[in-house]
C-alpha cells in the first residue's frame, strides 16, 4: 500500500505499482502461498483487484488533467503579486479538485478512499481490461508454478455498484494471421501504393505486448491507414476496387476478434456483457413471439 501513495505523484510507476497490486491481489485469492490483508469487512479481495486495475488505466488522464490547471494556476499567481497562499484560489485549486481515481496522501486513508470509489462508482457497469506482458508475465508463471509457457496474460475486471466485483486473469496465446497469402499479396501491394501518395502510418503505441501475441491487428490498422486514401483516379473501376479492399479489412478484422474472443476469453466472454437497459422488454419480446405462433 505504500508504494501507491509513494508512487501517485509520478503516473507511469503508479500505473505498473497499481497493475502489479492487481495481479497479485487476485492471486492470493486463490493461493494459500502468500496473501495481502484487506479491509474484510467492506472490502473483499476482488474490490482491491478492481480498485488497483481501474487505477493503472485511468490515473494517467487524471494527473495530466491536474498537471494542466496546476500549471496553468500557478502561472497566473506567480504574475499575481497580492498572491498568498492562505488567501489565493489558484494555490488552493489542487488540493480541492477530488478526481476518482488520484491516490490518498496517507496510506492510513486509502481504505476509505477505496470504499468512496465504490460508492460513487456510476450506475452503468464499467469493464476493465489489460493485457500484462514482459515482467509481470514472467513473474506471474513464477508465483503460479506455470512450466509450460504463456506468451501474455489478460487481466479483465467488471465493476457494478449494485454487485460485488468480479475479476479474473487468463492465460493469452498468441492470435496469428488468418488469411491466403495470395489475398495478403493483393493486399499488401494496394497499401503500397496509397503509402506513397498518402505517408507511412505510424504506430501511435510504438511497441507492445499486443504486438506479439496479437501482429494481425497491427497489420490490418496499417493497411486501414493506407486505403482510407482516396483513389487518385475517380473512376467507377477505382471506386469498386477501393472498397473492395475496405471490405476485406473489415472482413479480416472481424475474423480476428472473433479468434481473439475465442482463444483468449472462452466462456469468461460473458463478463463483457453488459445489464439489461430495459428490463421488461424480455417479457415483451416473449409474448410476441407467443402472438406470433
Not at 5 to 20: A, D, H, Y
Not at 50 to 69: K, N, P, V, W
Not at 218 to 231: F, Q, R, V, W
Request: proline letters at 5%.
Amino acid at each position: 500500500m505504500l508504494a501507491v501513495v509513494l508512487s501517485r505523484e509520478v503516473p507511469i510507476l503508479f500505473q505498473k505499482v497499481s497493475r502489479l497490486l492487481a495481479s497479485l491481489y487476485l492471486l492470493s485469492s486463490s493461493s494459500a502461498e502468500f496473501s495481502f490483508e484487506y479491509d474484510g469487512n467492506e472490502l473483499s479481495a476482488s474490490h482491491w483487484v478492481s480498485f488497483f486495475h481501474q487505477a493503472s488505466l485511468g490515473t494517467h488522464i487524471s494527473y495530466h488533467f491536474i498537471s494542466s490547471l496546476s500549471g496553468k494556476h500557478i502561472s497566473r499567481c506567480l504574475s499575481d503579486k497580492e498572491c498568498t497562499e492562505a488567501t489565493c484560489s489558484s494555490c488552493m485549486v489542487p488540493e480541492d479538485l477530488d478526481l476518482p481515481r488520484l491516490a490518498p496522501d496517507r496510506t492510513e486513508d486509502l481504505v476509505q478512499f477505496a470504499k468512496e470509489f465504490f460508492i460513487n462508482l456510476p450506475s452503468s457497469t464499467i469493464i476493465c481490461i489489460s493485457l500484462l506482458g514482459g515482467g509481470l508475465n514472467q513473474l506471474l508463471q513464477e508465483l503460479m508454478h506455470i512450466r509450460s509457457p504463456v506468451c501474455a496474460w489478460v487481466l479483465i475486471s467488471r465493476l457494478n455498484p449494485e454487485s460485488q466485483p468480479v475479476a479474473t486473469l487468463l492465460p493469452v496465446d498468441s492470435i496469428l494471421e488468418d488469411m491466403s497469402d495470395d489475398s495478403a499479396n493483393r493486399s499488401s501491394t494496394g497499401a503500397t501504393q496509397v503509402e506513397s501518395f498518402k505517408g507511412p502510418w505510424l504506430c501511435p503505441w510504438g511497441a507492445t505486448v499486443v504486438d506479439e501475441v496479437a501482429p494481425e491487428f497491427k497489420s490490418i490498422l496499417e493497411e486501414s491507414y493506407a486505403s482510407s486514401s482516396t483513389p487518385r483516379e475517380d473512376t467507377t473501376e477505382s471506386r469498386c476496387l477501393w472498397w473492395k479492399k475496405r471490405k476485406k479489412l473489415d472482413h479480416r478484422l472481424g475474423i480476428f476478434l472473433r479468434n481473439l474472443e475465442a482463444s483468449w476469453l472462452g466462456p469468461w466472454r460473458c463478463l463483457l456483457l453488459g445489464e439489461w437497459s430495459n428490463y421488461k422488454l424480455p417479457d415483451s419480446v416473449h409474448r410476441k413471439l407467443v402472438n406470433n405462433l
